[in-house]
């Protein structure tokens, strides 16, 4: 490729992401206009490192009044600490050390219960501070405290934690919170399935009743307000309905590409509000007979 070839390429590429974007804030889709003529953001589209994500709900915008994003327990965390909507209701590295950077790695997320690489860790220093939340500030990972299962099919022969902290009794376990959107597609809670109210065994009945995934929600919200924000009791039963009613009608995916626009232009199907009147039952991919909308 000669040196006028590698100028064309480079033009053109400019030249497409702006056209790209140009339709995006030319079809009302990022921006909606105001009575005075400027441009608004609108709520429910938020850049990513690609283009722009998309979350939808039935009210046509997020609802902050829900106990979501309340602070239900004694260190100032909520759902929507670990659950950023900018994230895919997860959370990024990158967030979180913009979030470290701007608290000064005081805001919420940073807690030496889970957020520490172990809930020992000195935090009492900036400094310390980076140093105690170097899983979560590089990688985006929580640190979950669980025990050797009674039924595991290993045993734990030696330890080796270079923060001090793991044992048989509690291992310290690394993962990102999973996002909570795209819920009614799920046929077991938490990465393990261990809040699984029930096991989804097929041929079930085909439709919405979706009551044992609803159940195993509301366990995991129970759990994460008594552990992740450490609440002295469990919240009433409204409240983890709220909040399952809250996530459970979320639905995000990528709206818009940088280069290639509108995912959902020209009859593709790219978008949240196209994903959410997707059908789903358990069974519906199963090619061994047992979805039961077949005979």
């Known amino acids: 490729m000669t040196h006028r ?23 009302g889709a990022i921006h909606a206009q105001t009575s005075g003529g400027q441009p608004k953001r609108e709520p429910l589209v938020t850049p990513d490192p690609s283009g722009w994500l998309q979350t939808t709900t039935p009210r046509g915008s997020i609802d902050t009044g829900s106990p979501f994003f309340r ?16 994230d895919g209701w997860s959370v990024s590295a ?13 805001d919420p997320i940073f807690r030496p219960v889970d957020g520490a690489n172990s809930p020992l860790a000195d935090v009492s220093t900036l400094a310390a501070r980076a140093a105690a939340y170097s899983m979560l500030l590089d990688h985006g990972v929580i640190r979950v405290g669980l025990p050797v299962p009674a039924q595991a099919e290993f045993t734990l022969t030696a330890v080796d934690d270079p923060y001090h902290y ?43 009743d979706r009551e044992d995934t609803r159940d195993s929600l509301a366990s995991q919200a129970l759990h994460a307000i008594l ?7 469990a919240p009433g039963e409204l409240t983890l309905r709220e909040i399952v009613d809250f996530e459970s009608h979320l639905f995000t995916a990528q709206y ?5 626009g509108r995912l959902n232009d020209d009859d593709a199907m790219g978008g949240a509000e196209i994903l959410a009147r997707q059908a789903f039952w358990v069974g519906i991919n199963d090619a061994l007979g047992d979805d039961p909308t077949l005979e």
């Open 256 to 260: 818009a590409d940088s280069l290639a």
């Open 227 to 233: 552990g992740h924000e450490q609440a002295a009791s």
């Open 166 to 208: 793991a044992s048989a009794k509690e291992l310290s376990l690394f993962r990102r919170p999973l996002p909570a959107t795209n819920l009614i597609w799920d046929t077991a809670v938490m990465w393990d399935g261990r809040e699984t109210f029930a096991p989804f065994k097929p041929p079930m009945d085909a439709g919405n």
């Open 94 to 106: 990158a967030d979180v050390h913009r979030r470290f950077d701007a608290s000064r790695g005081t």
């Open 71 to 86: 602070s239900l327990g004694s260190n100032g965390r909520s759902c929507n600490s670990c659950h950023q909507q900018q």
């Open 5 to 27: 070839d590698t100028i064309r390429s480079s033009t053109c590429l400019k030249i497409a992401a702006g056209i790209g974007l140009a339709l995006l804030s030319g079809a």
